[in-house]
Structures are given as structure tokens and as C-alpha cells.
């Protein structure tokens, strides 16, 4: 019986101020998936998969499975589970709402889209934890791959593994991501390499539910791996210590009822990646300087929205105001904006279609 379902997975925002790799929150925009598994006669020949693809980052996607990342990921998952091809005549179709390098996990989404595609178009049933572990060995940062799988307000670590684990999930991820041959057939040679189990852990905080995220997005483009080359190696025991307090007191103070903007603006400041990020985005410390609780009633705290150039502001009202002054400052340093009130969702769903 032919066999249609579709994956439905939210964008992000990571590290909500203080929180570096640490936290992320999932948000209403959406990557979602429409797929359709033929059932063949046996003797029909083999065909590849077919993406068909609309939205964000349409112009840009590889729409050959062997270089989609969102594919790809699907076949890393059903290779290291002994499945070594696409079923054929498989069909997907992605629509995007997340925008590209703009700091609102665009990339965690198409990843824990490719986990969830594996998962199901190899029948594996794997739990949460292992669908983690497999995006874990392609995006190293937790935050957003595990707000986006499990959704809400998601605090997360990795586990410290032992040296053989370690090695496994050290591998270069051109090898964890091979971009396969599409005539290659199903006898590629190289093995995939499995994940160690248990690489993330994570704990879903609370969230008052009045709390809405402006996203003040830039039109400009601005990739995670060039925001991370510019962080430090080592920082001061006072920059970690200003953060970890901070932190400590945001994870709790998001999920009171009513939220105390006195509390959650100074809790959302950061003295670990913002600062170095100020390069690369003109107008961010204007912003989250000028635009505060007493200028702005019904905003709780302001921040870089993971790795940038998207602003984040937490709000209870006053939404139109805060991203018009956003804008006003933004414009002054060249640099447009488009903005969105997003609401904070739930996880990633799969749902089968009769
Ligand atoms: N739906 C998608 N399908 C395929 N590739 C994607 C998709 N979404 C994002 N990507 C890839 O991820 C890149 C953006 O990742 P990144 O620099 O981490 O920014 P962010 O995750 O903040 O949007 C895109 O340029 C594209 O290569
Ligand atoms: N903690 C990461 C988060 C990157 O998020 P993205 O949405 O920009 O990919 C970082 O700050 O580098």
C-alpha cells in the first residue's frame, strides 16, 4: 500500500542571552515535509527520490537527494541501521518558513527533519534519545536540534564520552554526511558512522504562557559557522560566572506568572557570544541597549537569536513598537528588517496520512 506522511518541524532560537549552547526555544515557523512511499511491483526498476521544494531558501536547496542536507541525513540514519538506500519512487515535498542563516535554526530544522525522515521511511521506531543522538552527530550544538525535536523551552547538555564513544562522535561530518553517488547503487562501501547512545540530555523548563518572541530578522544573511569563528577559546572566570548567574535565574523567571521584566531583562544580558558577534551584526548592541523595559512597556528582555544577525525580544504586549524602534535603529546602520510575533510551539510531529 502506498504509504503518505509528513513531518512537521519548528524553528528555533538558541541561547536566549546567556544561555550558549546551552538553551533554545521552539517558535511557530515551520519546515514540513509531504512524503509519499510508492508500493511497486517487485520488478519495477529503481528511481531515486524526487524533491520538489517552495518557501525559504528555494532558490538555493539542492534538490538532489544526495546533497540535501535534510536527505542526507535520512540516509546516514537508515545506513547505520542497515537500510542502504532510499525505498524507490520516493516522493517529498518541503515547504520552509524558517529563513536561512539568520539565527532561527533553519539548519537544526532540516536536520531533525532528516532524522524523522529515516526514522520513518525505515520503519526503526527509534525513541527520542536515539533520534537526538543522530542529530547530534551533524549539528554538535544541542540547543536548537533538541528544542526543535522535543519543543518548548529546552535546556540540554552533552554527555562526556568515554575515549572510543568519543572518537565515534568526533568523526569529520563530510564522513557522517557522504554525499553519495546517485547511481552508486546500494553497495556503497563506506560505513556509516553509528552514534555512541546517550550523547544529549535535556529538561524542558516552564514558560509563561503570555510570553511572545518578536523576531526582528535582518535581511541579511549570516552563516553559524562564521558567527562561532570569531568566539574566544577560553574566557574569564567573571564572564562565565556573570552568565551562569544569569542563566540560573532566566530558566526559572521565563515560567512565572506574571513575568518580571525587572528580573528577565538584566537575566537575558550575555558576556560570552554577543559581544564578539557585535562585528559581524551592525546595530546589535544599539538595539539590545536601547530598546528596555522602560522604553518599551510589555518587553521582559532582548538578545541575539543563536548565532544572529535575528534579534530576539520577549514581550507581553507593546510588539509593534519594540520592532518599529528596532527598525528605526537597524536603518540607521543600513540595515533592513522584515518581523514576525512568533508564539513558542511544540516539537516536531509526524503525521501519517491515509
Ligand atoms: N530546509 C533545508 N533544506 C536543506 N538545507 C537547509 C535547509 N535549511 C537550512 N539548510 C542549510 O543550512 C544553512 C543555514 O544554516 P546555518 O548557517 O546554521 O543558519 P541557521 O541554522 O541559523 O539558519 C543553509 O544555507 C542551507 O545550506
Ligand atoms: N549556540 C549556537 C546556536 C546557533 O543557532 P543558529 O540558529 O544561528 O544556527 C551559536 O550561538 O552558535
Same mark, same amino acid.
Given at each position: 500500500?502506498? %504509504? %503518505?506522511?509528513?513531518?512537521?518541524?519548528?524553528?528555533?532560537?538558541?541561547? @536566549?542571552?546567556?544561555?550558549?549552547?546551552?538553551?533554545?526555544?521552539?517558535?511557530?515557523?515551520?519546515?514540513?515535509?509531504?512524503?509519499?512511499?510508492?508500493?511497486?511491483?517487485?520488478? #519495477?526498476?529503481? +528511481?531515486?527520490?524526487? @524533491?520538489?521544494?517552495?518557501?525559504?531558501?528555494?532558490?538555493?536547496?539542492?534538490?538532489?537527494?544526495?546533497?540535501?542536507? $535534510?536527505?542526507?541525513?535520512?540516509?546516514?540514519?537508515?545506513?547505520?541501521?542497515?537500510?542502504?538506500?532510499?525505498?524507490?519512487?520516493? $516522493?517529498?515535498?518541503?515547504?520552509?518558513?524558517?529563513?536561512?542563516?539568520?539565527?532561527?535554526?533553519?539548519?537544526?530544522?532540516?536536520?531533525?527533519?532528516?532524522?524523522? &525522515?529515516?526514522?520513518?521511511?525505515?520503519?526503526?521506531? &527509534?525513541?527520542?534519545?536515539?533520534?537526538?543522538?543522530?542529530?547530534?552527530?551533524?549539528? %554538535?550544538?544541542?540547543?536548537?536540534?533538541?528544542?526543535?525535536?522535543?519543543?518548548?523551552?529546552?535546556?540540554?547538555?552533552?554527555?562526556?564520552?568515554?575515549?572510543?564513544?568519543?572518537?565515534?562522535?568526533?568523526?569529520?561530518?563530510?564522513?557522517?554526511?557522504?554525499?553519495?553517488?546517485?547511481?552508486?547503487?546500494?553497495?556503497?562501501?563506506?560505513?556509516?558512522?553509528?552514534?555512541?547512545?546517550?550523547?544529549?540530555?535535556?529538561?524542558?523548563?516552564?514558560?509563561?504562557?503570555?510570553?511572545?518572541?518578536? =523576531? @526582528?530578522?535582518?535581511?541579511?544573511?549570516?552563516?553559524?559557522? #562564521?558567527? %562561532?569563528?570569531?568566539?574566544?577559546?577560553?574566557?574569564?572566570?567573571?564572564?562565565?560566572?556573570?552568565?551562569? +548567574?544569569?542563566?540560573?535565574?532566566? $530558566?526559572?523567571?521565563?515560567?512565572?506568572?506574571?513575568?518580571?521584566?525587572?528580573? @528577565?531583562?538584566?537575566?537575558?544580558?550575555?558576556?560570552?557570544? +554577543?559581544?564578539?558577534?557585535? /562585528?559581524?551584526?551592525?546595530?546589535?548592541?544599539?538595539? #539590545?541597549?536601547?530598546?528596555?523595559?522602560?522604553?518599551?512597556?510589555?518587553?521582559?528582555?532582548?538578545?541575539?537569536?543563536?548565532?544572529?544577525?535575528?534579534?530576539?525580544?520577549? =514581550?507581553?504586549? /507593546?510588539?509593534?513598537?519594540?520592532?518599529?524602534?528596532?527598525?528605526?535603529?537597524?536603518?540607521?546602520?543600513?540595515?533592513?528588517?522584515?518581523?514576525?510575533? &512568533?508564539?513558542?510551539?511544540?516539537?516536531?510531529?509526524?503525521? +501519517?496520512?491515509?
Amino acid at each position: 500500500m502506498t %504509504r %503518505r506522511f509528513s513531518i512537521r518541524v519548528p524553528a528555533t532560537s538558541a541561547n @536566549i542571552g546567556p544561555g550558549f549552547d546551552v538553551v533554545g526555544l521552539s517558535l511557530s515557523l515551520y519546515l514540513t515535509l509531504t512524503v509519499t512511499v510508492p508500493a511497486l511491483p517487485d520488478d #519495477t526498476p529503481y +528511481q531515486p527520490p524526487s @524533491i520538489t521544494y517552495s518557501g525559504e531558501g528555494a532558490s538555493e536547496v539542492p534538490l538532489d537527494a544526495y546533497k540535501n542536507l $535534510t536527505t542526507r541525513v535520512a540516509l546516514y540514519v537508515l545506513r547505520c541501521n542497515h537500510i542502504p538506500y532510499f525505498p524507490s519512487h520516493l $516522493t517529498i515535498h518541503a515547504h520552509n518558513e524558517i529563513p536561512f542563516g539568520r539565527g532561527l535554526g533553519s539548519s537544526g530544522a532540516a536536520v531533525i527533519a532528516g532524522v524523522l &525522515l529515516g526514522n520513518e521511511l525505515g520503519a526503526l521506531r &527509534l525513541p527520542v534519545e536515539r533520534l537526538l543522538d543522530f542529530a547530534l552527530m551533524v549539528e %554538535r550544538h544541542p540547543d536548537n536540534v533538541t528544542a526543535a525535536l522535543v519543543g518548548g523551552f529546552v535546556g540540554s547538555y552533552l554527555k562526556e564520552l568515554d575515549e572510543e564513544a568519543s572518537e565515534a562522535a568526533s568523526v569529520p561530518l563530510s564522513e557522517v554526511l557522504p554525499e553519495y553517488p546517485p547511481d552508486a547503487g546500494a553497495d556503497w562501501g563506506l560505513k556509516p558512522p553509528v552514534p555512541p547512545h546517550g550523547i544529549g540530555h535535556y529538561v524542558r523548563f516552564g514558560w509563561a504562557g503570555c510570553i511572545k518572541a518578536v =523576531a @526582528i530578522i535582518p535581511r541579511f544573511e549570516l552563516s553559524t559557522a #562564521t558567527a %562561532r569563528e570569531v568566539l574566544p577559546t577560553s574566557y574569564s572566570r567573571k564572564d562565565l560566572v556573570f552568565n551562569l +548567574q544569569r542563566l540560573a535565574v532566566l $530558566t526559572t523567571a521565563l515560567a512565572q506568572t506574571p513575568p518580571d521584566p525587572g528580573l @528577565i531583562y538584566e537575566a537575558m544580558k550575555d558576556r560570552v557570544h +554577543q559581544p564578539y558577534r557585535k /562585528g559581524l551584526i551592525p546595530g546589535l548592541p544599539e538595539v #539590545t541597549s536601547c530598546i528596555t523595559p522602560a522604553t518599551h512597556p510589555g518587553l521582559l528582555g532582548i538578545c541575539l537569536s543563536g548565532a544572529g544577525p535575528t534579534i530576539l525580544a520577549l =514581550a507581553t504586549s /507593546g510588539f509593534e513598537a519594540i520592532a518599529e524602534d528596532a527598525r528605526k535603529i537597524f536603518r540607521g546602520k543600513g540595515v533592513e528588517i522584515d518581523w514576525k510575533v &512568533l508564539e513558542i510551539v511544540g516539537g516536531s510531529v509526524v503525521e +501519517q496520512k491515509s
